[in-house]
C-alpha cells in the first residue's frame, strides 16, 4: 500500500501503572446528573442521549504534570464540566448492563471542555452541536487507571476547583444513567470497539474559565486532573 502521505499519529492516554491506551473514538453523555440537566434546562430524568468528539481532540495528561489547552476560537464563553471517562477495552453490541463491566478496561479523570455560547446557539436553532464540543483540545484526561487496580466505580467524590476555588462537586452515585446502563445504551446504537473513551457527563457547578486559569479535577479512587487554558 503506498500511503499519499504520513498518517496521523496514533492518539493515545498513559495508564497508571505503564503503558499507552490506544484511543477509537470518544462517546459522550449529555445531561446525566439531575442536577446539571436542571441548571441546562431539563428535566432530570431524560433518557440517556450522546453526542461525540473526535479521538485527537484528547489532550492526555500525566500523573502529577499539569496539561495545557489553548483557549479555543470563535467563543467568549469556554466551560469546565468535570466528568469520569471510562475506558473500554473489550467491544460489542446489544451489551447488557449487567454485563458491562467485563468491557470496561479502566477509568480516568477527564474535562469535557465545551464552547457554550456556540452549544446554545446551536440547540436553539436545533442544529448540532459539534462546533460547541467536537474542538481540538476538547478533551483532556488524565491517566487512565485499570479496573484491575481500582476496582468497579460505583460511588466517590467528582469535583473541579478552578485556581483553588470550588466549583462542580458531585458524587458518582447520583449518575442518573449507570456506567453500566449508559454502555448497554451507547451498544445498542454503536459496535463498541476496544479503545472508546466514554465521557460520562458532568455534576451542577458548570463555569467558564478563561486564559490563564487552572483546573484542578479530582476522582475518589482515581487522583486528579489539572489543565492550565493559555
Ligand atoms: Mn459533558
Known sequence: MSLVFAPPAAVTVPCAGGGEF?????????RNYAEHAIEMGGSGREPPFFFMKPADAVV???????GVIDYPTLTSNLHHEIELVVAIGRGGSGIRAADAA????????????????????????????????AFEQSAPIGPIVPIARCGELLHGAISVTVNGAARQKGDLKDL????????????????LQPGDLIYTG?????????????????????????VAVR
Open 102 to 133: 467485563a468491557h470496561i478496561w479502566g477509568y480516568a479523570v477527564g474535562l469535557d471542555m465545551t464552547r457554550r455560547d456556540l452549544q446554545n446557539e446551536m440547540k436553539k436553532q436545533g442544529r448540532p452541536w459539534s462546533i460547541g464540543k
Open 176 to 191: 442518573v444513567w449507570s456506567v453500566n446502563e449508559t454502555i448497554e445504551q451507547l451498544s445498542a446504537a454503536w459496535t
Open 202 to 226: 458532568t455534576p451542577a457547578g458548570v463555569g467558564a474559565v478563561v486564559r490563564g486559569d487552572v483546573m484542578e479535577g479530582a476522582i475518589e479512587g482515581l487522583g486528579t486532573l489539572k
Open 22 to 30: 490506544p484511543v477509537h473514538r470518544i462517546y459522550c453523555v449529555g
Open 60 to 66: 492526555p495528561v500525566a500523573e502529577g504534570a499539569t
